[in-house]
């Protein structure tokens, strides 16, 4: 044995990482295009880490007031704030400043479009149930502090364009009654603008928000290994077992995908400009970008924004600004119920039992009917966001489509419910007709009546297993008393038409023992 080997076993006798990594190399992990998704999140985070580490070295998050004489001519002689002044150099006359701008905030777009699609995808499968709702309240926190890393981020430049934003966030916060001032005040540091608004701000954005983001990831790494990782139905899998392939080969195939979003995202930055700030020039409070729209993610509060009203009225001798106060409580509504939603189903269906297969979205028909209905919500709201560039583009006013957004809000999550439980209660039967009849050849052939048929062949195995291998419930005994029967309304509209649950909880047991011996007395 050599010196390096002699090294190598005396540390591991004295941590067990050897053991550790030969027990994680056999673990198997699920195979499945969609898990892609939380890799696109964790690596498009380790992109943001990496640029934003970059960027740090030369980015001043002052506001003191300086006069521009970089290599951008046409503001040359201006002036701005340090912020602002270094954002510029950043982008023309440090190397490689500019794709390293644009990269950051290309893997912040990238970043919260996955996670939103993971979170998404959890829901409709219903990957949050038991015992892992600790998880999706998890993803719910990551998703929020993203968004508010965006919006950290995007106004640090100090340019006109984030500054008209930001004024829109310091209208919104003061519309909040009683601690609205107040929560105004710490944050800009004095009335807005302020002169600390840029410090602070980069405080939170470099050095809260991502500590609590690398702990919440961390914590769900560790319980996504705890609880083992969800799979869909198929073939030899169940719910005490996982196949897949086993961890050293997911590690070799995850390390490839970390190169190809991270090549993907400076392709983009290389290729597609964003957020050019010499364009929109420094932030002056007395004057409006005009066409001004945040990033997507952001858009559905800026969407609510416009299309509300301008309600006031004298509450107690104080001014309630409803204009911005509806939006902001329907818009904090809107991802509240997204995050405890697991725990209003678990309510509502009473199940205990631990989940680790996940479901076909179709098999759970308002559960996905409920999902599509968020985001018809969140989708209507954007395009509120773009109403203006909306009227220009298609030579309409802006109150039209201001108003057909207003109605678009109510019609479209209602017929988006009604249409999706209308589909995948459909597809459940196609399903059903598969199974009891097989798939159709398209071969037509002619019986000795005259009669025209289509020739079936069997499923194979795999298929039949994922087509039944969902929980199949009984139908609604007509007997049973009316505690029961709401047990098995609540089910259908969980889970179809005539369906119920199968195993009552014990508090379930005990009344429906208290209702026998009622009837026996």
């Known amino acids: 044995m050599n010196k390096g080997e002699r090294v190598a076993a005396w540390a591991d006798r004295r941590s067990g990482v050897r053991r550790l990594v030969r027990e994680g190399a056999r673990r198997a992990f699920p195979d499945h295009w969609s898990f892609m998704l939380g890799e696109i ?61 644009q990269a950051h905030h290309w893997a912040a777009l990238v970043f919260v479009a996955a996670l939103l699609a993971h979170m998404m995808r959890v829901f409709f499968t219903g990957a949050f149930r038991k015992p892992r ?23 640090l430049p100090d ?22 001032t107040y929560l105004s005040m710490f944050l800009f540091g004095g ?29 769900h790494l560790v319980l996504m290994l705890y609880h083992r990782h969800t799979q869909y139905p198929g073939r030899g899998r169940t719910p005490s077992n996982v196949v897949g392939v086993p961890a050293k080969v997911r590690v070799v195939k995850s390390s490839g995908y970390l190169l190809l979003v991270s090549g993907a995202v400076f392709v983009m930055a290389a290729a597609v400009q964003i957020n050019p700030v010499w364009k929109y020039g420094p932030y002056r409070a007395d004057q409006v970008s005009a066409g001004s729209q945040p990033d997507w993610y952001m858009g559905v509060a800026d969407g609510l924004l416009r299309v509300m009203p301008g309600w006031e009225i004298d509450f107690w001798g104080h001014t309630l600004a409803l204009d911005n106060l509806i939006p902001l409580t329907v818009g904090v509504g809107l991802f509240l119920a997204l995050g405890a939603y697991p725990f209003i189903e678990y309510w509502a269906t009473g199940d205990t039992r631990e989940q680790n297969l996940l479901d076909r979205p179709r098999n759970r028909p308002v559960r996905t009917a409920l999902g599509v209905a968020w985001l018809s919500f969140y989708l209507v709201s954007l395009i509120g966001a773009a109403n203006d560039i909306i009227a220009v583009r298609f030579h309409v006013s802006v109150e039209s489509v201001t108003w ?7 019609v479209a999550p209602a017929a988006a419910y009604a249409l999706t439980k209308r589909l995948t209660l459909g597809l459940q039967r196609s399903d059903r007709d598969k199974v009891l009849h097989g798939r159709e050849t398209g071969v037509i052939t002619r019986m000795p009546d005259g009669a025209f048929v289509e020739a079936h062949e069997p ?15 009984r139908p609604i005994d007509p007997g049973v008393r009316p505690s029961r029967q709401l047990r098995s309304r609540i089910s259908e509209l969980l889970h179809g038409e005539g369906t119920q649950i199968t195993k009552p909880t014990a508090q379930e047991y005990r009344a429906l023992h208290k209702e026998r011996t009622d009837d026996h007395a």
């Not at 499923?459 to 419930?473: A, G, N, P, V």
């Open 133 to 155: 709702e600790l998880n999706w309240l998890i993803g719910f926190l990551l998703l929020v502090l993203a968004m508010f890393a965006g919006l950290t981020g995007y106004d």
């Open 159 to 180: 340019d006109l364009l984030s500054g008209t934003g930001l004024a829109v966030v310091n209208g919104t916060i003061l519309s909040i009654p009683i601690v609205g």
């Open 191 to 219: 009335e807005f603008p302020g002169d600390e608004l840029v410090a602070r701000f980069n405080t939170i954005h470099v050095l809260v928000i991502p500590a609590l983001m690398v702990g919440l990831l961390t914590a």
């Open 404 to 410: 057909a957004v207003r109605i678009g809000l109510f």
């Open 41 to 101: 999140c964790l690596y498009s985070f380790v992109v943001l880490i990496v640029t934003g580490v970059y960027l740090s070295f030369f980015f001043h998050p002052s506001m003191k007031e300086v006069r521009y004489d970089g290599s951008y001519a046409p503001l040359r002689g201006q002036m701005m704030s340090e912020a602002f002044d270094s954002t510029l150099r950043i982008s023309f006359d440090v190397r490689g400043g500019l794709l390293i701008r």
């Open 459 to 473: 499923l194979s195995q795999e298929r039949l297993h994922l087509l039944t291998q969902h929980e199949q419930y």
